[in-house]
């Protein structure tokens, strides 16, 4: 069982977050061209070792958080809460 280390409620059985892609920065739509945006939305890394994640913890405390995660190991080792100091959520960006 993999267990994920939410900032607020502790560790919690992964089942349930929501990955909510790589760690980084968006880039601005408005400034962005089509070839770099496309490469933000489908051009995802795969990278055996250290990344950068974001996740959301839907069935806890609703906050979105980034951490370091070893992609083989499931090590983590860092933690970073700023990325819910922005106000997201769940459906941000749905046009229902």
């Not at 409620?9 to 408005?30: K, L, T």
């Not at 496309?38 to 070792?49: A, E, F, K, S």
């Amino acid at each position: 069982m993999i267990q994920l280390p939410c900032p607020w409620c502790g560790p919690r059985n992964v089942s349930e977050f929501r990955y909510a892609g790589e760690g980084g920065a968006r880039p601005d739509p408005d400034t962005t061209t089509p070839q770099e945006w496309r490469r933000y939305l489908y051009m995802h890394r795969n990278p055996l070792g250290w990344t950068k994640e974001n996740w959301y913890h839907g069935s806890g405390c609703r906050k979105y958080f980034a951490l370091e995660r070893h992609t083989e190991t499931h090590e983590i080792r860092a933690r970073d809460t700023s990325i819910d100091e922005a106000p997201l959520t769940e459906n941000a960006g749905d046009t229902r």
